[in-house]
């Protein structure tokens, strides 16, 4: 396996030129025929700045009239390349969201040699999230032979089974750059892809930065978590997360700091559907309950570097013929200086220890079926302080 450097991909190709002399008018062709497709030789490989550069015969056989018969083997050096992708991108937080990956083609320049035009092409992988993206440019050269009779592509190699290796996002410590401080993290991803039979790395290293403040201003070079508090509010209705953050300034002084912000947690009633059921209602009992994280919000800002959002559940209530469903909304505090960025006060739901109490209310009854109200209420423990929520359901049974 060959390894490539990856950088801003920028094509290399060598372009032959001659003392100035105006190149030779080609041959008027009357008859021509391609009898043997030919071949894409070995490749070649060259390092280069940041990557690797390919290169390789590609050559056919052509036969016909001018003014006279020819025979000629038609043989061109045709280039590819790999580079590095080494960017350095501005952020403004350090919430990526989920990475995703797509591939496209693309066509470039060309240049001609004789009969033979060489168009630049790539096959471009572009990574993105919700912050930033890059682009892998794999650039590959494909010829047509057409001498006004004859029409043929020559054989070529091109990029192709792009596998990718997934990437790492690593702290590096902050620094100045003009008159602004920037906090600074590494993104390093790579990807195998293979060309004329091999297989190559190509690899990204993407500086991201965020912007702490004026130079002129003690920053943070470096943060940790050294302690971490959640209690309950007065009002029982959520938390008082606090943190202890230990940082590195960029005067020299190491300083411990105390940063706190409130987290709440909420049930929403969900609107159910009437349900009819072929079944009586002693055949109905609760078996077990069940909490499904469901998605969270974007968060928002407080104050003292924390960053809010919230998480929503599905509290789920088995009754083995239907399901009850009611949401419970938490929020998370996540500390955010622009160098550490971590959650705290970290709380989760068990779902063994939810509590359910159910009333059935006789609302109608016919010769057939009776009519239910089935209101509930459930508690559901968090973090040493318990929550209630409720929802109903009318509910036809047989009789």
């Known amino acids: 396996m060959h390894y490539l450097a990856v950088a801003a991909m920028v094509c290399a190709m060598s372009i032959f030129t001659s003392c100035k002399k105006e190149p030779l008018p080609l041959p008027e062709v009357i008859e021509s025929e391609v009898y043997d497709n030919g071949t894409a030789g070995e490749v070649t490989t060259t390092p ?8 390789y015969e590609s050559w056919i056989n052509v036969r016909g009239v001018t003014k006279g018969t020819f025979d000629n083997k038609v043989s061109v050096v045709l280039y590819a390349n790999a580079q590095d992708v080494i960017l350095p991108l501005d952020v403004a937080t350090w919430n990526m969201g989920e990475f995703v990956t797509s591939t496209t083609h693309e066509v470039g320049e060309s240049r001609t040699e004789g009969f033979v035009t060489i168009v630049d092409s790539a096959l471009v992988y572009t990574v993105s999230c919700d912050r930033f993206e890059f682009s892998y440019r794999l650039h590959y050269e494909v010829g047509t032979y057409d001498d006004g009779v004859s029409r043929q592509v020559m054989p070529y190699h091109y990029f192709k089974n792009i596998r990718d290796n997934g990437g790492v996002l690593e702290d590096a410590e902050s620094y100045v750059d003009g008159e602004a401080a920037y906090a600074r993290k590494i993104y390093r991803h790579s990807i195998t892809v ?7 790395d190509v690899e990204a290293v993407i500086t991201l930065r965020r912007i702490l403040g004026p130079a002129s201003e003690p920053y943070p070079l470096t943060s940790e978590l050294v302690k971490e508090e959640i209690e309950p509010l007065v009002s029982q209705d959520g938390f008082l997360v606090s943190a202890w953050v230990k940082s590195k300034l960029s005067t020299g ?8 912000t409130k987290t709440y947690v909420y049930t929403n009633e969900n609107n159910m559907d009437l349900l009819e059921l072929n079944c009586k209602r002693s055949d109905i009992s609760f078996i077990n309950a069940n909490i499904e ?10 104050e ?5 959002y919230t998480e929503r559940y599905k509290c789920i209530l088995d009754y083995g ?4 469903e009611i949401d419970l909304l938490k929020d998370q505090a996540v500390f955010d ?3 550490l960025v971590t959650e705290v006060g970290k709380t989760e739901f068990d779902a063994s220890k939810v509590v359910v109490k159910e009333t059935w209310i006789q ?5 057939t079926t009776v009519r239910y109200l089935l209101d509930f209420d459930i508690s559901v423990p968090l973090g040493g302080l318990t929550f209630e929520g409720g929802c109903n359901r009318t509910i036809v049974v047989s009789k």
């Open 363 to 367: 609302l109608e009854e016919t010769e």
């Open 321 to 324: 013929y239907f399901n009850m």
């Open 48 to 55: 280069m700045e940041n990557g690797v550069e390919m290169s």
């Open 194 to 200: 293979d060309f004329g039979g091999e297989s190559y």
């Open 337 to 339: 200086n622009g160098v």
């Open 253 to 260: 002084e190491t300083v411990t700091d105390q940063f706190s």
């Open 293 to 302: 994280y469901v998605d969270k919000s974007s968060g928002e800002a407080e």
């Open 304 to 308: 003292d570097d924390f960053l809010v």
